[in-house]
């Protein structure tokens, strides 16, 4: 599908928006439970103070802006220039994870920034969430171009998630924002054909096993949260997270509203799940979507919009 240039500009800001969004809105709720949230505050809606303040972003949105940096700068990946990037941003205050901080902190000591992320966990390397979290604009600059997309994917999360399975997370979680780029917002959304597409994408059975249960959650009448949480996940693992965030889209697609207030109120790892999530639907419905009232309060809105512009103005005139 050809997409008109301004539908294009639109979806590549919504996505990088809405990735922020949903990080500034699950970030007070990440690590309590979804009962622990509707005991607390009901139904979390607003972007409200947790351990940062409201609107704030956490390292999820940090780090995507570290990888969009470098490939507006590289006009595509750039391992050394991305590392670099992610040390320059680095704020410990924004919540980072065990393995980016030991993987940037061995960067700096002269480890190969190749070779940091293998050293992790008995030399298995890292299958958390942290590759897919920062990935948007990887699916944005090649959402026409699946094989490019999973090859630059693998390398952006493997700087510091070294594990296939991190790095297929992340793969999975660009090729699931790029389907929603080729997609026509306020067209009813075939979400079987897209289940099919993500399950035929990827290369890894447990991926597979967990998007084959997205797709048989999809066909239920009625599905209870806490099913979900249980069979798909909430935690901090990409394979325990990646479909959790695909299945909050996909089931609350009509609207970005819905789907990201569904992501953040599952718990766990609420911002990344929130982050993934506003990924995915800003990147179908544009930016027009999200609602004003989250938009103002977030932090670092133009810097971030405007590495969106940057990145559609590579795809514009190429």
Same mark, same amino acid.
């Given at each position: 599908?050809?997409?008109?240039?301004?539908?294009?500009?639109?979806?590549?800001?919504?996505?990088?928006?809405?990735?922020?969004? +949903?990080? #500034?809105?699950?970030?007070?709720?990440?690590? @309590?439970?979804?009962? *622990?949230?509707?005991? /607390?505050?009901?139904? %979390?809606?607003?972007?409200?103070?947790?351990?940062?303040p409201a609107g704030c972003y956490t390292d999820d949105t940090e780090m995507m802006i570290g990888v969009a940096e470098s490939l507006i700068e590289n006009r595509g990946f750039n391992g050394e220039d991305m590392v670099k990037r992610f040390i320059r941003n680095f704020k410990f205050w924004r919540g980072y994870g065990y393995g980016p901080i030991k993987v940037l902190e061995m960067?700096?000591?002269?480890?190969?920034?190749?070779?940091?992320?293998?050293?992790?966990?008995?030399?298995?390397?890292?299958?958390?969430?942290?590759?897919?979290?920062?990935?948007?604009?990887?699916?944005?600059?090649?959402?026409?171009?699946?094989?490019?997309?999973?090859?630059?994917?693998?390398?952006?999360?493997?700087?510091?998630?070294?594990?296939?399975?991190?790095?297929? +997370?992340? #793969?999975?979680?660009?090729?699931?924002?790029? @389907?929603?780029?080729? *997609?026509?917002?306020? /067209?009813?959304?075939? %979400?079987?054909?897209?289940?099919?597409?993500?399950?035929?994408?990827?290369?890894?059975?447990?991926?597979?096993?967990?998007?084959?249960?997205?797709?048989?959650?999809?066909?239920?009448?009625?599905?209870?949260?806490?099913?979900?949480?249980?069979?798909?996940?909430?935690?901090?693992?990409?394979?325990?997270?990646?479909?959790?965030?695909?299945?909050?889209?996909?089931?609350?697609?009509?609207?970005?509203?819905?789907?990201?207030?569904?992501?953040?109120?599952?718990?766990?790892?609420?911002?990344?799940?929130?982050?993934?999530?506003?990924?995915?639907?800003?990147?179908?419905?544009?930016?027009?979507?999200?609602?004003?009232?989250?938009?103002?309060?977030?932090?670092?809105?133009?810097?971030?919009?405007?590495?969106?512009?940057?990145?559609?103005?590579?795809?514009?005139?190429?």
């Amino acid at each position: 599908m050809k997409i008109k240039p301004e539908i294009l500009r639109s979806k590549f800001i919504g996505s990088l928006l809405g990735l922020a969004v +949903g990080d #500034a809105l699950g970030m007070p709720v990440e690590g @309590l439970t979804a009962e *622990e949230i509707r005991l /607390k505050f009901g139904v %979390v809606k607003e972007m409200i103070s947790g351990r940062l303040p409201a609107g704030c972003y956490t390292d999820d949105t940090e780090m995507m802006i570290g990888v969009a940096e470098s490939l507006i700068e590289n006009r595509g990946f750039n391992g050394e220039d991305m590392v670099k990037r992610f040390i320059r941003n680095f704020k410990f205050w924004r919540g980072y994870g065990y393995g980016p901080i030991k993987v940037l902190e061995m960067i700096k000591k002269g480890v190969p920034w190749e070779k940091a992320a293998e050293k992790l966990f008995g030399g298995e390397g890292s299958y958390g969430n942290g590759g897919a979290m920062r990935i948007a604009p990887v699916g944005l600059l090649y959402y026409d171009n699946p094989e490019i997309l999973r090859s630059v994917a693998y390398k952006v999360a493997r700087i510091t998630h070294a594990n296939k399975l991190g790095m297929e +997370g992340a #793969a999975i979680q660009a090729y699931a924002v790029a @389907l929603a780029v080729m *997609e026509e917002p306020h /067209k009813t959304l075939e %979400v079987e054909d897209f289940i099919t597409k993500v399950y035929m994408f990827s290369c890894d059975n447990i991926f597979r096993d967990k998007v084959r249960l997205v797709k048989q959650l999809l066909e239920k009448n009625s599905v209870d949260k806490f099913e979900v949480i249980s069979r798909l996940g909430n935690s901090i693992e990409a394979f325990n997270s990646v479909p959790t965030a695909l299945y909050s889209f996909l089931a609350n697609y009509e609207s970005f509203e819905d789907a990201v207030i569904y992501a953040v109120n599952l718990g766990g790892d609420a911002d990344t799940i929130g982050a993934m999530t506003g990924a995915i639907a800003g990147a179908y419905y544009g930016v027009e979507a999200i609602p004003k009232r989250w938009l103002d309060r977030l932090e670092g809105r133009p810097y971030i919009e405007s590495l969106a512009e940057r990145l559609w103005m590579i795809k514009h005139t190429d």
